[in-house]
């Protein structure tokens, strides 16, 4: 006896190109598009933290050259009221600064404003207050 259901069965002796494994050449390019998109991603987030750390940079040190100039304000014998200008150097930089001595609304009170700036802009202010005239 015959058993028809092999028979009916093609045979698969040689397979054809769709039934190969492996990628089609669609699916590799959606896959490297993929890619790509995330390795642009990447890339700009690793520049963008680079940005930052040079902004940090920046305000740190124009934080302690502020500090600086309010500390010499504050130990300075006397301190006319009016506006002063300068650049200090530090780490390899020059830092400009402005300080602006004013009366404050207390009577008796001065009051000190620092700011340093770089050439991105100004990077750091101090508010101080000192008894006037001392």
Same mark, same amino acid.
């Given at each position: 006896?015959?058993?028809?259901?092999?028979?009916?069965?093609?045979?698969?002796?040689?397979?054809?190109?769709?039934?190969?494994?492996?990628?089609?050449?669609?699916?590799?390019?959606?896959?490297?598009?993929?890619?790509?998109?995330?390795?642009?991603?990447?890339?700009?987030?690793?520049?963008?933290?680079?940005?930052?750390?040079?902004?940090?940079?920046?305000?740190?040190?124009?934080?302690?050259?502020?500090?600086?100039?309010? %500390? =010499? !304000?504050?130990?300075?014998?006397?301190?006319? +009221?009016?506006?002063?200008?300068? /650049?200090?150097?530090? $780490?390899? *930089? &020059?830092?400009?600064?402005?300080?602006?001595?004013?009366? %404050? =609304? !207390?009577?008796?009170?001065?009051?000190?404003? +620092?700011?340093?700036?770089?050439? /991105?802009?100004?990077? $750091?202010? *101090? &508010?101080?207050?000192?008894?006037?005239?001392?």
């Amino acid at each position: 006896m015959v058993d028809r259901t092999q028979a009916a069965r093609p045979c698969r002796a040689r397979s054809s190109a769709h039934e190969r494994p492996g990628f089609t050449l669609i699916e590799m390019l959606v896959a490297l598009a993929v890619f790509s998109l995330a390795a642009m991603a990447l890339l700009n987030l690793s520049g963008e933290s680079t940005r930052s750390a040079v902004r940090v940079e920046a305000r740190t040190l124009g934080g302690v050259v502020a500090e600086n100039i309010a %500390a =010499e !304000a504050m130990i300075a014998p006397s301190l006319p +009221v009016g506006q002063v200008e300068g /650049e200090t150097r530090m $780490a390899n *930089r &020059v830092w400009r600064w402005r300080r602006v001595v004013s009366g %404050a =609304e !207390a009577p008796g009170v001065g009051r000190i404003d +620092v700011r340093v700036f770089t050439d /991105e802009g100004q990077v $750091a202010d *101090r &508010v101080l207050f000192r008894a006037a005239g001392a």
